[in-house]
Every structure is written in C-alpha cells, then in structure tokens.
C-alpha cells in the first residue's frame, strides 16, 4: 500500500519570504500523480499542483513550484514571496493506478506572520 | 471549470433521523465521485468510491448500511447518513473527478453534520 508522510506538522514564513513544504512517498508503482492541496479556515480543499511521475520537469504555478525527486520519493512544494493568503493546511496526496484514490498526507499547517 | 457544489453546508439534526448530503459537479462530467470523512485537525478520510450507475465500494471499516451512497447521474452523488447518532457528527467532503484531467479530484466545500 501506499504512503504518504509528512513531516512538519507546523511551519511558519515571514511574509514575502519564501518556505518549503516536505512530502515523501512510499510506492512501487512507476506511473503516477503527486498533488498539493491547501485546505484555508474555510476548510475548502483546494488543488494548488499537480506533477506526472513520468514528467522530469518540476511542475510550476505561479508562486507555486515542486521539487520532485522521484528515485528518492520526495515531492516538496516551495511557496515563494509568502502571502497572508498562504495560511492554511496543506496535503500532499499521491494517485497510482490501484483503485485510483488519492492518499493524502497528515498535513503541514503553515502559518504566515505579517 | 472544475467546480463542484456540496448541499447543505451546515445541518444539525436530532439523534435517529437521517440526513441526505447531495454533491454536484457543475461544469463537467463526474465519472467518479469520492466521499471523504475529516475529524478536526486531522487528513482527509476516504469513505467510499462511486462510480455513476454502479453499487459504490466503501473503505473497510465504512458501514455501507450507515452510509448510503447513490451516484445515479453523471454530475450528482449522494450520500445519506442514516439513524444519525452524535458520533457520525463531523466534516463531509465529496470530491469528483472527470474524464481530462482524468487523474484529478476536485473538492466540494463541505459539509458539517452535527447530530444532537
């Protein structure tokens, strides 16, 4: 089965600054998708990125960016120039092809100090 | 595109009655909906699978009795907790996914259920 571990319960950023959030996976399966779902007070689960496993490049959205690594089964989201906005829970979620059901992390609360 | 629309959003009912949460994908075709369970604090749970026009499979541990789910066109699901007791009060939350990108879930805003 398929895991997906995050370990920073809580993070927090300067506003403007940039932070890193970290995810690792344990799979055994080569085709696959990654995301990042942020989930503010309103407790609405937002897509944020999506990355291919057979893509080697890192996918991008705006302030949004991943590092994926997938030999060593990481998938990090970095945030950049923070913004008030930003705080929220984020998941990181894994889809393979079995039963294709996301597995969802415990989250990372991030929170943004003005 | 990709919104998907959760009704109610708030439902607070007496102890053994049963409460319907309808879950619609508004812009596109839902082939698959997800239900998902989320106590305070904690990562989403999955429920139950379904897909339109088929028995929808539940996760072990989900009673399929106590959760009814029904998916019975392609841009609404539901899902009917039954004989409610306090211990079913939490967050509800449906999810779809279509046919491009087809490996991608959107969520539906949620639903809190508080059973006195």
């Known amino acids: 089965a398929q895991t997906v571990t995050q370990s920073q319960p809580e993070m927090s950023v300067q506003e403007a600054e940039t932070v890193t959030l970290s995810c690792t996976y344990d799979?055994?399966?080569?085709?696959?998708?990654l995301f990042w779902y942020k989930q503010p007070p309103s407790r609405q689960m937002i897509l944020v990125i999506r990355?291919?496993?057979?893509?080697?490049q890192n996918a991008t959205e705006n302030r949004f960016s991943v590092n994926f690594q997938k030999a060593a089964k990481s998938f990090s989201l970095k945030i950049s120039d923070s913004q008030l906005g930003d705080a929220a829970m984020y998941f990181c979620?894994?889809?393979?092809?079995?039963?294709?059901?996301?597995?969802f992390g415990g989250g990372t609360r991030l929170m943004v100090k003005p | 595109g990709a919104v998907v629309s959760q009704h109610p959003s708030w439902v607070i009912c007496k102890s053994g009655t049963s409460v319907k949460i309808e879950c619609r994908s508004l812009?596109?075709?839902?082939?698959?909906m997800f239900w998902y369970r989320q106590f305070p604090k904690q990562s989403l749970m999955l429920m139950a699978t379904?897909?339109?026009?088929?028995?929808?499979?539940?996760e072990q541990g989900v009673e399929k009795d106590k959760f009814l789910i029904n998916h019975a066109s392609l841009t609404l699901s539901t899902l009917t907790v039954t004989s409610a007791h306090p211990e079913d009060s939490s967050f509800y939350i449906c999810?779809?996914?279509?046919?491009?990108?087809?490996?991608?879930?959107?969520f539906g805003p949620g639903t809190r259920l508080l059973v006195l």
């Open positions: 999810s779809a996914r279509g046919v491009f990108p087809q490996e991608t879930q959107y």
């Open positions: 799979t055994s399966e080569s085709d696959y998708y």
């Open positions: 990355q291919e496993a057979y893509k080697q």
């Open positions: 979620a894994y889809d393979g092809n079995a039963g294709n059901m996301l597995t």
């Open positions: 812009d596109f075709q839902a082939t698959t």
């Open positions: 379904s897909n339109e026009g088929s028995k929808a499979t539940y």
